[in-house]
């Protein structure tokens, strides 16, 4: 399983998984795009370079799921495909670079409501055993 919906009175709340912390945050990208369009149906035709920063992993995971809804508030843009993305660590601080695919959002029905921001709401990222397990609430 890549990802899973929780339950949530207002907002959405899901748990991704992956082998490695950057299949866990990929995942997650993924949890918070089909909230709003079937990312499966989303062509790869535009090419997006992403950076995030953050001061351990829960402020890397925010900084790097909020690049997704500014691309979308910006760029009209709806992603695709993670093509790459390195997380790496130097001097205590967390940074992220990724090259992800997608196609402008007036191409694509949505299926749900915009997403307006990702909280720090029951956020985590931790690694269980040989698995990694993020969780977000996202404001819609």
Not at 101 to 124: H, L, W
Request: a negative charge.
């Amino acid at each position: 399983m890549k990802y899973e919906y929780l339950p949530h009175t207002a907002d959405v709340k899901f748990k991704a998984y992956g082998k490695t912390l950057e299949e866990a945050f990929s995942n997650a990208a993924f949890a918070l795009s089909n909230v709003m369009v079937e990312t499966s149906k989303v062509e790869a035709v535009v090419k997006k370079d992403i950076e995030a920063e953050g001061e351990d992993l829960p402020s890397l995971l925010q900084q790097f799921l909020e690049q997704f809804i500014i691309l979308l508030d910006t760029d009209n843009f709806f992603l695709s495909k993670i093509r790459k993305i390195k997380i790496s660590n130097r001097k205590g601080k967390y940074s992220l670079s990724a090259v992800v695919m997608g196609d402008e959002a007036r191409n694509y029905e949505t299926i749900g409501p915009q997403v307006k921001a990702c909280t720090y709401n029951s956020m985590f990222v931790k690694q269980e055993g040989p698995q990694w397990t993020v969780q977000v609430v996202i404001d819609i």
